[in-house]
C-alpha cells in the first residue's frame, strides 16, 4: 500500500502547478546546445539521423548507458537511487511536454540595444529557458563516455544534460517551496507573535508558564525558539512516549535538522540522542529516572514540562521534585506549559510564576444539546445505544450536502461503546455510501491508529469513533462536526481492595470544552452534545487527577529511592488522598521492598530502579536466582503489556481453535509464554509470515514487538544490575560470516531508511467499505490491497530484526520449548512468589455450576470471574478437585469439604473491575505448598492439622504428622531461599557500588575476589531447588476452605488463654519462642504462630503427645507435634554439621532460651541447662 | 548514520525582500561534497534539509546584480535569468529583458510584506 500511495503523490508532484511554470512559462526553443560543439556534429551525418529517428529512451540498456555516464557514485544523482528514478519519471514528462511544444515556432528575436546598467548589458538572447538555471552540470567528458565503448550520440548526450539541468532546477526550486512553506506556516501559529516575549520573560525568570491551546503551537515552536536563541541541553518531557517521536521528528523538520543530530528523543526502548543533541524529547518518567540518578540533573540547562494540564501522576511528581530542585540550580530554566485550564495553579505553585497566555486557533463552533431520553437505560442492560448517534449521522446528511467536506469526530466512553456504534454506523454507512466509519483508540495498532489521518473519497465523511484519545494526545485536521456522549471511562483505584476498577464517569467541563474544539480547527464547526445543558453545568471543572485515582506503590517506592522524605508530606500540587498513600506504604512493607521503618529494603533498591510493577520486578529479581531468567524475562514482558488477544467477539472462534496448540493449563502467563517463543520462531524461520502468522490466531502483533522491546529492557536491567551475567559477545567465529551479517544488517538499515524516506506521511485516500474488508481476519478474504502490503516491506519486522539479535531469542525460546516439568513448577514458584498476595480460591460448588459461571474470591473481594480470555475460563475443569474422597472428621466442621491433594488457587496479576469483577492473567498452583511457602501469616492449632494462611484460608490436613513435616520444611525452606535472596541482594548492591566506584576512578582490582564468594553458590540454588521441587510434590489430603467473616472475626485464642500452652523449645536455633500479643499462642517465626487457632482440641493440645520414632537418630518418645519439630530440627542441623556437630548442638544450646531449664544428670553427674528434648537426647547417650 | 562533517551553520541567510530566515553552511559557487555540480551564481547554500545524503544542497539565495540586496531564490522575490535579480529591479528595467519574463512577471501581483510583529509581555 505504501508504494501505491507513494506513485500517486509522485504523480501529482510532476504535474503540479511548478512544474508548469518552470516549463510551459516559456517556449522551449529548439536545443542549441552549448556543450555538444558543431564540429562533432559532422561525423554523425546520415546514420545518426536515422539512429536518431529509432532512438528509444524507454529502453532500458539506453538508459542504463546514460546511468553509467553521468550517475556515477561521485555525481550529484547516483545509479540506482531513489532521485534516479525520479528523474527518469521526470523525463518522460519533459519529453512528452516537448514533443507538444515541438509544433511552436521559433520566435525571431527583434534585436536590442545594449542596455546601460552593466548588468543587464549582457543578457542573453534569444531567450532560452535554460538561462534560467542557475546551476551547471559537470558531466563526464565525452571522451570518456566512448572511451567507455558505449556509443552515446551527442545530440542525445545534450538532451539528456539539458533534462538533468531543468531536474535539478526542478528539484531545487521543490525544497526551496518546502522551506518557504514551513517558514510561512511557523510565522502563521498564533504563538509566532510571542516569540520574543516568551524568550525575554525566560531571562529574567527561572519559570515561566506559557499557556495555549491546542493549535497554538506551543509543543512544536517554544522549543525552536530556545534553540534558534541559542540555548542548548534542552528538555521536553511529554506524558506519552508516542509523542515524543512525533515531536522530536516534527521539530527537527521544521527547524531544518531532520537528517542532522541538534534535535532528538529517549524513551524506553529508543534513543535517538548523541552529543550533538541541544533538544531532547523525553518521557516524564525517564527525566524522574535521570533525577533519581543525578538528583542535581547536571546534564540540562532548560527543560520544558509540556501538558502539565493533564495532571499526570509523574509530572505532579515531577513539580514537586522540580520546586525542590530549582533553589539549588539557579541556572536551570524552567518552562511549563499548558492549556488554558487552572493556570493559576501552577504559577502560584512556582512563587507567582510569570506566565504568557497565547491564544488557540478556533473557528467559531456551534454548540446542540441533545439530551438522551432516559427509556434507553432500562430495557438494554449494558449496551449502548446507537441511535442517538445515528441521528447525527442522519443529521448532517440532511442539513449539509456531500460536496462541503468535513469530517465526524464522536467522543465514545470506551472500546465496548465504540464497538457498539461502530457496528450501526457501518450498516447505515452502506446503505447511504456518505461515510466511512474508523475506530480510534488506545488499543488499535499504530498502523489502524494511522487511518484516521488518511482521507475519505469526494461526496464522503469520515467518521471517527474515538475513546478521549483524541481530546489531546491525537489531532485529526479536517474535523467538521463533534459528537459528545459526555462520559468516558478511566481507571479508579480503590486503595482498601487494592483494585482497578474501569468505571465510566460523566467529564469535566474542560474536557467537554476540549472535545469541542475539535470541531473548530480547520473551519467553523457544529458540536453536538448529547446531554443537557444543565448536565454541563453541574459538570465538575476539571478531571481530577491521575494522582487522586490510582495505586501509589510505584510512586512511594520512587521517591523512597529519590530520599524526597516523607512522602506524606512532600509537597505536592495537590496532594493526594492520605488513604492512598498509607496503603501503599503497607503494601511495599508486605512485599519486602521496605521494613518496619518505611526504609527501603535491598530488595525495594532493586525494585525502585526497574521501571516496573513491583510484582513483576520480584519475579524478575527471583527468577535470576534459580537461573530461570530467559523464561521469566518473556513472561514479565508479556505481563507487562497489553493482552495481545482483542475481544472482537466474531473472529475470535476460529483464531480460538488456531491458537489452541498454544494454549498452556497452566495459566495464561504461560499461554503468552508459548504464543511469544512460537513467534519468534516463525520469525526466525521464515519472517515474512509472522504478520499473517498472527492474524489467524487473532494475535496483535504489535504487542508482541512490545514485549520483545520489554523483555530486552528487562535484559539489560538485570545485566546492568549484575543479576544476570552479560550475554558473551555471540559474534560468530570466522570472518565470513561475519560479514555476511554486517551486509545483512546493512541491508536492513537501508530498507528501514527507505522506508522512512518513502513514507513521507502521504495520507491515503480511504475507500468505501473498507472496514468491511479489514474487518475479515482470514487474509483469503481480504482484498488486494490487503495482499499487495503482505507483500510490501514489513517495516516493523525491518526494526525488530535490527533491534533484537533474533539468533538469541530464537535460542531462548527453543530452550522454553524444552522446559522441564521441575524448571516449570519451579518458574510456577517464581510467579507465584512475585504475584503472592494475589490469590484466588475456586467456590466449593463451581464443579456444579456451568462453565462461564465459574466464581472465585479474594481475600477482599468474592464472586470474581474469570478473564473469557483465560484458559481456564474455556476449560474449567482444571481447577475442580477431582478425587472426591471420604469426608473425614478430623475436627472439621463442614462436611462439604472435600478431601484431596489435589486442591488449587489462582494466583493473578490484576483484578478489574469493569462491569463484573474479573481476574486477569491467572496461573493455578497447589494451594497447602503455595499458602504454606508464601503466607504472610500462617496459624496452626496444637497438632498443626489445622491451619490458617493470612487470616483468610482454612486448611485441614487429615494425617497432622504429615502437616507437622510439611510445616518444618516448608519452614526450612523459607529460610534457606530468603537468606539466598538476601545474600543475591546484597551481593548485588555491592557489585553495584563497586561498579560505580570503578566508574567514577577507573581503579582496577580491589579485593573483588573477596566479594565474589559470597553470591550464593550454584550448589546451594541448586539444593534449594531440589528441596522446593520435592516439596512441591508432596501429597497429603487436606480440605481448603474460606473462612466465613465471623469465623475469621473469631479465629484466635487471645493473649489471656496463654497459659494453658506448655513450655516449648525454640523451632529453629536460637529464635525465642514468645507469646503471641494479639492472637495468643507462641510466635515461632514472623509469619508462624503455633495454637493460636481457637477451637476445641486446644484445651486439650499437652494430651496430644503420641509416640514417634525419629528417623534420624531414632529417638523413640511421646511429643506434641512441637516438641517433634523442634527435635527434627536439632537433628536436621546435627546432621549437616558433620563431625563438629556435638560442639555446634552444645554451642547451640548454651544460647539463652526461654524453654531451657537447668539439668542435673545422674549418670554423668553434670549440670546441664537443656531444653526438654535435648534432656531427652542426653539421657539416650547413657542407655 | 550521523555525518562526521556536520554542517556548520555559518550565520543566518535572511531575505532582505521577504524576511525569509534560514541558516546558511556556504557561500560561493562550489557547493560542499558535490563534485558534478557547479552555480553560476555567488550563492548562499545550506544542506538540502529534506534530505538525507550528505551532498544534497540547496541554494537560499544571491544578491541581487543590481541593487546587491539579499534575495530568497523564491519566485516572489527573485529570478535568474543568466545573473540574479531581485523582482523590483526586474520592474524597474522590465524592458530589459526577453519578452517571456515579461509575460512571466505579469502573471504575478506586487509581493504583499508582512512584517512579524511581536506582542506584549505579561506584567511581572
Same mark, same amino acid.
Given at each position: 500500500?505504501?508504494?501505491r500511495a507513494r506513485g500517486g503523490a509522485w504523480d501529482r508532484k510532476l504535474v503540479g502547478p511548478r512544474l508548469c511554470v518552470s516549463l510551459s512559462g516559456h517556449s522551449m526553443a529548439p536545443p542549441r546546445p552549448r556543450e555538444g560543439r558543431g564540429h562533432r556534429d559532422h561525423r554523425w551525418a546520415p546514420s545518426?539521423?536515422?539512429?536518431?529517428?529509432?532512438?528509444?529512451?524507454?529502453?532500458?540498456?539506453?538508459?542504463?548507458?546514460?546511468?553509467?555516464?553521468?550517475?556515477?557514485?561521485?555525481?550529484?544523482?547516483?545509479?540506482?537511487?531513489?532521485? =534516479?528514478?525520479?528523474?527518469?519519471?521526470?523525463?518522460?514528462?519533459?519529453?512528452?511536454?516537448?514533443?507538444?511544444?515541438?509544433?511552436?515556432?521559433?520566435?525571431?528575436?527583434?534585436?536590442?540595444?545594449?542596455?546601460?546598467?552593466?548588468?543587464?548589458?549582457?543578457?542573453?538572447?534569444?531567450?532560452?529557458?535554460?538561462?534560467?538555471?542557475?546551476?551547471?552540470?559537470?558531466?563526464?567528458?565525452?571522451?570518456? @563516455?566512448?572511451?567507455?565503448?558505449?556509443?552515446?550520440?551527442?545530440?542525445?548526450?545534450? #538532451?539528456?544534460?539539458?533534462?538533468?539541468?531543468?531536474?535539478?532546477?526542478?528539484?531545487?526550486?521543490?525544497?526551496?517551496?518546502?522551506?518557504?512553506?514551513?517558514?510561512?506556516?511557523?510565522?502563521?501559529?498564533?504563538?509566532?507573535?510571542?516569540?520574543?516575549?516568551?524568550?525575554?520573560?525566560?531571562?529574567?525568570?527561572?519559570?515561566?508558564?506559557?499557556?495555549?491551546?491546542?493549535?497554538?503551537?506551543?509543543?512544536?515552536?517554544?522549543?525552536?525558539?530556545?534553540?534558534?536563541?541559542?540555548?542548548?541541553?534542552?528538555?521536553?518531557?511529554?506524558?506519552?512516549?508516542?509523542?515524543?517521536?512525533?515531536?522530536?521528528?516534527?521539530?527537527?523538520?521544521?527547524?531544518?535538522?531532520?537528517?542532522?543530530?541538534?534535535?532528538?528523543?529517549?524513551?524506553?526502548?529508543?534513543?535517538?540522542?548523541?552529543?550533538?543533541?541541544?533538544?531532547?524529547?523525553?518521557?516524564?518518567?525517564?527525566?524522574?529516572?535521570?533525577?533519581?540518578? #543525578?538528583?542535581?540533573?547536571?546534564?540540562?540547562?532548560?527543560? @520544558?514540562?509540556?501538558?502539565?494540564?493533564?495532571?499526570?501522576?509523574?509530572?505532579?511528581?515531577?513539580?514537586?521534585?522540580?520546586?525542590?530542585?530549582?533553589?539549588?540550580?539557579?541556572?536551570?530554566?524552567?518552562?511549563?506549559?499548558?492549556?488554558?485550564?487552572? @493556570?493559576?495553579?501552577?504559577?502560584?505553585?512556582?512563587?507567582?510564576?510569570?506566565?504568557?497566555?497565547?491564544?488557540?486557533?478556533?473557528?467559531?463552533?456551534?454548540?446542540?444539546?441533545?439530551?438522551?431520553?432516559?427509556?434507553?437505560?432500562?430495557?438494554?442492560?449494558?449496551?449502548?445505544?446507537?441511535?442517538?448517534?445515528?441521528?447525527?449521522?442522519?443529521?448532517?446528511?440532511?442539513?449539509?450536502?456531500?460536496?462541503?467536506?468535513?469530517?465526524?469526530?464522536?467522543?465514545?466512553?470506551?472500546?465496548?461503546?465504540?464497538?457498539?456504534?461502530?457496528?450501526?454506523?457501518?450498516?447505515?454507512?452502506?446503505?447511504?455510501?456518505?461515510?466511512?466509519?474508523?475506530?480510534?483508540?488506545?488499543?488499535?495498532?499504530?498502523?489502524?491508529?494511522?487511518?484516521?489521518?488518511?482521507?475519505?473519497?469526494?461526496?464522503?465523511?469520515?467518521?471517527?469513533?474515538?475513546?478521549?484519545?483524541?481530546?489531546?494526545?491525537?489531532?485529526?485536521?479536517?474535523?467538521?462536526?463533534?459528537?459528545?456522549?459526555?462520559?468516558?471511562?478511566?481507571?479508579?483505584?480503590?486503595?482498601?481492595?487494592?483494585?482497578?476498577?474501569?468505571?465510566?464517569?460523566?467529564?469535566?467541563?474542560?474536557?467537554?470544552?476540549?472535545?469541542?474544539?475539535?470541531?473548530?480547527?480547520?473551519?467553523?464547526?457544529?458540536?453536538?452534545?448529547?446531554?443537557?445543558?444543565?448536565?454541563?453545568?453541574?459538570?465538575?471543572?476539571?478531571?481530577?487527577?491521575?494522582?487522586?485515582?490510582?495505586?501509589?506503590?510505584?510512586?512511594?517506592?520512587?521517591?523512597?529511592?529519590?530520599?524526597?522524605?516523607?512522602?506524606?508530606?512532600?509537597?505536592?500540587?495537590?496532594?493526594?488522598?492520605?488513604?492512598?498513600?498509607?496503603?501503599? @506504604?503497607?503494601?511495599?512493607?508486605?512485599?519486602?521492598?521496605?521494613?518496619?521503618?518505611?526504609?527501603?529494603?535491598?530488595?525495594? =533498591?532493586?525494585?525502585?530502579?526497574?521501571?516496573?510493577?513491583?510484582?513483576?520486578?520480584?519475579?524478575?529479581?527471583?527468577?535470576?536466582?534459580?537461573?530461570?531468567?530467559?523464561?521469566?524475562?518473556?513472561?514479565?514482558?508479556?505481563?507487562?503489556?497489553?493482552?495481545?488477544?482483542?475481544?472482537?467477539?466474531?473472529?475470535?472462534?476460529?483464531?480460538?481453535?488456531?491458537?489452541?496448540?498454544?494454549?498452556?493449563?497452566?495459566?495464561?502467563?504461560?499461554?503468552?509464554?508459548?504464543?511469544?517463543?512460537?513467534?519468534?520462531?516463525?520469525?526466525?524461520?521464515?519472517?515474512?509470515?509472522?504478520?499473517?502468522?498472527?492474524?489467524?490466531?487473532?494475535?496483535?502483533?504489535?504487542?508482541?514487538?512490545?514485549?520483545?522491546?520489554?523483555?530486552?529492557?528487562?535484559?539489560?536491567?538485570?545485566?546492568?544490575?549484575?543479576?544476570?551475567?552479560?550475554?558473551?559477545?555471540?559474534?560468530?567465529?570466522?570472518?565470513?560470516?561475519?560479514?555476511?551479517?554486517?551486509?545483512?544488517?546493512?541491508?536492513?538499515?537501508?530498507?528501514?531508511?527507505?522506508?522512512? #524516506?518513502?513514507?513521507?506521511?502521504?495520507?491515503?485516500?480511504?475507500?468505501?467499505?473498507?472496514?468491511?474488508?479489514?474487518?475479515?481476519?482470514?487474509?483469503?478474504?481480504?482484498?488486494?490491497?490487503?495482499?499487495?502490503?503482505?507483500?510490501?516491506?514489513?517495516?516493523?519486522?525491518?526494526?525488530?530484526?535490527?533491534?533484537?539479535?533474533?539468533?538469541?531469542?530464537?535460542?531462548?525460546?527453543?530452550?522454553?520449548?524444552?522446559?522441564?516439568?521441575?524448571?516449570?513448577?519451579?518458574?510456577?514458584?517464581?510467579?507465584?512468589?512475585?504475584?503472592?498476595?494475589?490469590?484466588?480460591?475456586?467456590?466449593?460448588?463451581?464443579?456444579?455450576?456451568?462453565?462461564?459461571?465459574?466464581?472465585?474470591?479474594?481475600?477482599?473481594?468474592?464472586?470474581?470471574?474469570?478473564?473469557?480470555?483465560?484458559?481456564?475460563?474455556?476449560?474449567?475443569?482444571?481447577?475442580?478437585?477431582?478425587?472426591?474422597?471420604?469426608?473425614?472428621?478430623?475436627?472439621?466442621?463442614?462436611?462439604?469439604?472435600?478431601?484431596?491433594?489435589?486442591?488449587?488457587?489462582?494466583?493473578?496479576?490484576?483484578?478489574?473491575?469493569?462491569?463484573?469483577?474479573?481476574?486477569?492473567?491467572?496461573?493455578?498452583?497447589?494451594?497447602?505448598?503455595?499458602?504454606?511457602?508464601?503466607?504472610?501469616?500462617?496459624?496452626?492449632?496444637?497438632?498443626?492439622?489445622?491451619?490458617?494462611?493470612?487470616?483468610?484460608?482454612?486448611?485441614?490436613?487429615?494425617?497432622? #504428622?504429615?502437616?507437622?513435616?510439611?510445616?518444618?520444611?516448608?519452614?526450612?525452606?523459607?529460610?534457606?531461599?530468603?537468606?539466598?535472596?538476601?545474600?543475591?541482594?546484597?551481593?548485588?548492591?555491592?557489585?553495584?557500588?563497586?561498579?560505580?566506584?570503578?566508574?567514577?576512578?577507573?581503579?582496577?582490582?580491589?579485593?573483588?575476589?573477596?566479594?565474589?564468594?559470597?553470591?550464593?553458590?550454584?550448589?546451594?540454588?541448586?539444593?534449594?531447588?531440589?528441596?522446593?521441587?520435592?516439596?512441591?510434590?508432596?501429597?497429603?489430603?487436606?480440605?481448603?476452605?474460606?473462612?466465613?467473616?465471623?469465623?475469621?472475626?473469631?479465629?484466635?485464642?487471645?493473649?489471656?488463654?496463654?497459659?494453658?500452652?506448655?513450655?516449648?523449645?525454640?523451632?529453629?536455633?536460637?529464635?525465642?519462642?514468645?507469646?503471641?500479643?494479639?492472637?495468643?499462642?507462641?510466635?515461632?517465626?514472623?509469619?508462624?504462630?503455633?495454637?493460636?487457632?481457637?477451637?476445641?482440641?486446644?484445651?486439650?493440645?499437652?494430651?496430644?503427645?503420641?509416640?514417634?520414632?525419629?528417623?534420624?537418630?531414632?529417638?523413640?518418645?511421646?511429643?506434641?507435634?512441637?516438641?517433634?519439630?523442634?527435635?527434627?530440627?536439632?537433628?536436621?542441623?546435627?546432621?549437616?554439621?558433620?563431625?563438629?556437630?556435638?560442639?555446634?548442638?552444645?554451642?547451640?544450646?548454651?544460647?539463652?532460651?526461654?524453654?531451657?531449664?537447668?539439668?542435673?544428670?545422674?549418670?554423668?553427674?553434670?549440670?546441664?541447662?537443656?531444653?526438654?528434648?535435648?534432656?531427652?537426647?542426653?539421657?539416650?547417650?547413657?542407655? | 548514520?550521523?555525518?562526521?562533517?556536520?554542517?556548520?551553520?555559518?550565520?543566518?541567510?535572511?531575505?532582505?525582500?521577504?524576511?525569509?530566515?534560514?541558516?546558511?553552511?556556504?557561500?560561493?559557487?562550489?557547493?560542499?561534497?558535490?563534485?558534478?555540480?557547479?552555480?553560476?551564481?555567488?550563492?548562499?547554500?545550506?544542506?538540502?534539509?529534506?534530505?538525507?545524503?550528505?551532498?544534497?544542497?540547496?541554494?537560499?539565495?544571491?544578491?541581487?546584480?543590481?541593487?546587491?540586496?539579499?534575495?530568497?531564490?523564491?519566485?516572489?522575490?527573485?529570478?535568474?535569468?543568466?545573473?540574479?535579480?531581485?523582482?523590483?529591479?526586474?520592474?524597474?528595467?522590465?524592458?530589459?529583458?526577453?519578452?517571456?519574463?515579461?509575460?512571466?512577471?505579469?502573471?504575478?501581483?506586487?509581493?504583499?510584506?508582512?512584517?512579524?510583529?511581536?506582542?506584549?509581555?505579561?506584567?511581572?
Open positions: 500500500m505504501v508504494s545518426e539521423e536515422e539512429a536518431l529517428e529509432k532512438w528509444d529512451w524507454d529502453c532500458p540498456e539506453t538508459r542504463r548507458r546514460f546511468e553509467d555516464a553521468f550517475f556515477r557514485d561521485e555525481d550529484y544523482i547516483r545509479q540506482g537511487s531513489e532521485d =534516479c528514478h525520479k528523474f527518469w519519471a521526470f523525463f518522460e514528462r519533459l519529453q512528452r511536454f516537448q514533443t507538444l511544444k515541438t509544433s511552436k515556432k521559433e520566435e525571431t528575436d527583434p534585436g536590442h540595444p545594449k542596455h546601460c546598467v552593466p548588468a543587464l548589458a549582457d543578457l542573453p538572447r534569444p531567450y532560452d529557458s535554460r538561462y534560467r538555471i542557475n546551476l551547471s552540470v559537470l558531466g563526464p567528458d565525452m571522451r570518456d @563516455i566512448r572511451g567507455s565503448g558505449s556509443q552515446l550520440p551527442p545530440k542525445r548526450v545534450s #538532451e539528456f544534460r539539458r533534462a538533468l539541468l531543468h531536474y535539478l532546477d526542478f528539484s531545487q526550486k521543490q525544497a526551496f517551496t518546502r522551506l518557504a512553506k514551513l517558514q510561512r506556516d511557523r510565522a502563521a501559529l498564533p504563538i509566532a507573535q510571542y516569540r520574543k516575549c516568551i524568550l525575554q520573560t525566560l531571562k529574567q525568570h527561572q519559570v515561566v508558564v506559557v499557556a495555549g491551546d491546542t493549535g497554538c503551537g506551543k509543543s512544536t515552536q517554544v522549543p525552536q525558539y530556545l534553540l534558534a536563541a541559542g540555548f542548548s541541553h534542552v528538555a521536553c518531557t511529554q506524558p506519552r512516549r508516542i509523542a515524543c517521536i512525533s515531536l522530536a521528528k516534527r521539530v527537527g523538520f521544521e527547524s531544518l535538522s531532520q537528517y542532522g543530530s541538534q534535535v532528538g528523543y529517549q524513551i524506553r526502548f529508543e534513543s535517538t540522542r548523541s552529543a550533538a543533541t541541544k533538544i531532547v524529547f523525553l518521557t516524564v518518567g525517564l527525566l524522574l529516572r535521570q533525577i533519581q540518578r #543525578e538528583p542535581s540533573l547536571p546534564q540540562y540547562k532548560v527543560l @520544558i514540562v509540556d501538558e502539565v494540564h493533564e495532571r499526570q501522576l509523574h509530572n505532579d511528581f515531577l513539580l514537586g521534585v522540580l520546586q525542590h530542585l530549582l533553589p539549588t540550580r539557579p541556572d536551570l530554566k524552567v518552562v511549563l506549559m499548558s492549556a488554558t485550564i487552572n @493556570i493559576m495553579l501552577f504559577s502560584s505553585y512556582f512563587g507567582n510564576a510569570p506566565v504568557v497566555q497565547v491564544p488557540g486557533r478556533l473557528f467559531p463552533i456551534t454548540v446542540i444539546y441533545q439530551p438522551q431520553e432516559a427509556e434507553q437505560t432500562a430495557s438494554k442492560s449494558e449496551r449502548l445505544d446507537p441511535r442517538p448517534f445515528l441521528r447525527v449521522l442522519e443529521a448532517i446528511d440532511n442539513k449539509y450536502p456531500a460536496e462541503e467536506r468535513g469530517d465526524l469526530l464522536v467522543f465514545l466512553s470506551g472500546m465496548a461503546e465504540i464497538g457498539a456504534v461502530l457496528e450501526a454506523a457501518q450498516t447505515y454507512a452502506s446503505h447511504t455510501q456518505r461515510w466511512v466509519v474508523l475506530p480510534l483508540h488506545s488499543a488499535l495498532s499504530v498502523a489502524d491508529q494511522d487511518k484516521v489521518f488518511d482521507v475519505a473519497p469526494p461526496g464522503v465523511r469520515k467518521c471517527i469513533l474515538s475513546t478521549n484519545i483524541a481530546e489531546t494526545s491525537v489531532t485529526i485536521d479536517g474535523i467538521r462536526f463533534v459528537v459528545d456522549s459526555g462520559k468516558v471511562k478511566e481507571m479508579s483505584y480503590d486503595p482498601q481492595a487494592k483494585l482497578q476498577r474501569l468505571q465510566e464517569f460523566w467529564i469535566s467541563q474542560a474536557s467537554a470544552e476540549q472535545r469541542k474544539g475539535r470541531a473548530g480547527r480547520t473551519g467553523p464547526g457544529v458540536c453536538y452534545r448529547l446531554y443537557a445543558e444543565s448536565d454541563y453545568d453541574a459538570f465538575t471543572p476539571y478531571p481530577v487527577p491521575e494522582i487522586r485515582r490510582v495505586a501509589l506503590d510505584a510512586l512511594v517506592l520512587q521517591m523512597k529511592s529519590m530520599s524526597v522524605g516523607d512522602p506524606r508530606t512532600f509537597p505536592f500540587i495537590e496532594p493526594p488522598p492520605p488513604a492512598s498513600l498509607e496503603t501503599a @506504604i503497607q503494601y511495599l512493607q508486605e512485599q519486602g521492598a521496605l521494613d518496619a521503618s518505611e526504609a527501603l529494603t535491598p530488595i525495594g =533498591c532493586l525494585l525502585a530502579q526497574l521501571p516496573v510493577d513491583v510484582v513483576i520486578g520480584k519475579m524478575l529479581i527471583l527468577g535470576s536466582m534459580f537461573s530461570l531468567a530467559e523464561p521469566v524475562l518473556t513472561i514479565a514482558a508479556a505481563l507487562s503489556v497489553q493482552s495481545p488477544f482483542p475481544r472482537s467477539a466474531q473472529s475470535s472462534l476460529e483464531c480460538a481453535a488456531a491458537r489452541q496448540p498454544l494454549d498452556s493449563d497452566q495459566g495464561d502467563p504461560f499461554t503468552l509464554f508459548n504464543v511469544f517463543n512460537a513467534w519468534v520462531q516463525v520469525k526466525a524461520e521464515r519472517s515474512q509470515n509472522s504478520r499473517k502468522w498472527c492474524r489467524r490466531r487473532g494475535v496483535e502483533e504489535h504487542r508482541l514487538y512490545e514485549m520483545a522491546n520489554l523483555r530486552r529492557q528487562f535484559k539489560d536491567l538485570l545485566e546492568d544490575h549484575g543479576l544476570l551475567a552479560g550475554a558473551e559477545a555471540a559474534t560468530p567465529g570466522d570472518s565470513y560470516s561475519r560479514l555476511q551479517q554486517r551486509r545483512e544488517r546493512r541491508a536492513l538499515h537501508q530498507l528501514k531508511r527507505q522506508h522512512e #524516506e518513502g513514507a513521507g506521511r502521504r495520507r491515503k485516500v480511504l475507500r468505501l467499505q473498507e472496514e468491511a474488508e479489514d474487518g475479515s481476519s482470514d487474509e483469503d478474504h481480504a482484498g488486494p490491497a490487503a495482499r499487495h502490503a503482505e507483500d510490501s516491506v514489513d517495516i516493523q519486522d525491518v526494526k525488530f530484526k535490527l533491534r533484537h539479535n533474533l539468533e538469541q531469542l530464537q535460542a531462548a525460546a527453543s530452550s522454553a520449548q524444552a522446559l522441564s516439568r521441575e524448571q516449570l513448577v519451579l518458574l510456577k514458584l517464581v510467579l507465584a512468589r512475585g504475584l503472592y498476595p494475589q490469590l484466588a480460591v475456586p467456590d466449593p460448588f463451581n464443579s456444579g455450576r456451568k462453565d462461564s459461571d465459574q466464581i472465585f474470591h479474594t481475600q477482599a473481594k468474592q464472586g470474581a470471574v474469570l478473564h473469557p480470555t483465560s484458559v481456564f475460563a474455556s476449560s474449567p475443569e482444571l481447577l475442580h478437585v477431582q478425587e472426591p474422597q471420604a469426608t473425614c472428621g478430623g475436627g472439621s466442621r463442614d462436611d462439604k469439604d472435600k478431601m484431596s491433594s489435589k486442591h488449587q488457587l489462582l494466583t493473578f496479576v490484576s483484578l478489574l473491575e469493569t462491569n463484573k469483577l474479573y481476574l486477569v492473567n491467572c496461573v493455578r498452583v497447589p494451594a497447602l505448598q503455595s499458602l504454606l511457602l508464601f503466607s504472610r501469616s500462617l496459624d496452626t492449632n496444637g497438632d498443626c492439622s489445622r491451619l490458617v494462611a493470612d487470616s483468610w484460608l482454612e486448611l485441614q490436613v487429615v494425617d497432622s #504428622e504429615g502437616a507437622v513435616q510439611l510445616l518444618a520444611a516448608a519452614l526450612r525452606l523459607r529460610a534457606c531461599w530468603e537468606s539466598a535472596l538476601d545474600r543475591q541482594l546484597s551481593h548485588q548492591a555491592r557489585w553495584r557500588r563497586r561498579e560505580q566506584q570503578q566508574r567514577r576512578q577507573r581503579l582496577g582490582e580491589e579485593d573483588e575476589d573477596e566479594e565474589e564468594a559470597e553470591s550464593v553458590s550454584r550448589a546451594e540454588v541448586a539444593a534449594l531447588s531440589r528441596e522446593l521441587l520435592q516439596f512441591m510434590a508432596t501429597k497429603v489430603p487436606y480440605s481448603l476452605r474460606r473462612l466465613t467473616g465471623l469465623e475469621a472475626q473469631n479465629l484466635y485464642v487471645g493473649p489471656q488463654t496463654v497459659t494453658a500452652t506448655p513450655k516449648l523449645p525454640g523451632l529453629f536455633g536460637s529464635s525465642a519462642l514468645s507469646p503471641h500479643p494479639t492472637k495468643g499462642g507462641y510466635r515461632v517465626t514472623n509469619f508462624l504462630t503455633y495454637n493460636c487457632l481457637l477451637s476445641d482440641t486446644d484445651l486439650y493440645s499437652d494430651c496430644l503427645r503420641t509416640f514417634w520414632t525419629c528417623p534420624r537418630c531414632d529417638l523413640h518418645l511421646p511429643l506434641t507435634p512441637l516438641e517433634r519439630m523442634a527435635h527434627e530440627s536439632a537433628c536436621a542441623t546435627d546432621l549437616h554439621g558433620g563431625p563438629g556437630a556435638e560442639e555446634a548442638t552444645t554451642e547451640q544450646s548454651r544460647k539463652p532460651s526461654a524453654l531451657q531449664r537447668p539439668y542435673h544428670c545422674d549418670s554423668c553427674q553434670k549440670d546441664f541447662l537443656f531444653t526438654p528434648t535435648e534432656a531427652l537426647r542426653h539421657r539416650r547417650q547413657h542407655m | 548514520m550521523a555525518s562526521e562533517t556536520e554542517h556548520r551553520s555559518l550565520g543566518v541567510f535572511e531575505c532582505q525582500l521577504c524576511g525569509l530566515t534560514a541558516p546558511y553552511s556556504y557561500v560561493g559557487q562550489k557547493p560542499p561534497n558535490t563534485q558534478s555540480v557547479v552555480l553560476l551564481e555567488e550563492s548562499y547554500v545550506m544542506k538540502d534539509p529534506f534530505s538525507p545524503d550528505r551532498d544534497r544542497f540547496l541554494v537560499l539565495g544571491a544578491r541581487c546584480s543590481i541593487c546587491g540586496k539579499l534575495a530568497c531564490v523564491g519566485p516572489e522575490c527573485s529570478l535568474f535569468y543568466s545573473k540574479r535579480f531581485c523582482l523590483p529591479c526586474v520592474r524597474e528595467h522590465l524592458s530589459a529583458f526577453p519578452p517571456e519574463i515579461r509575460q512571466d512577471l505579469e502573471k504575478k501581483k506586487a509581493p504583499s510584506s508582512s512584517g512579524p510583529s511581536g506582542r506584549a509581555c505579561p506584567r511581572s
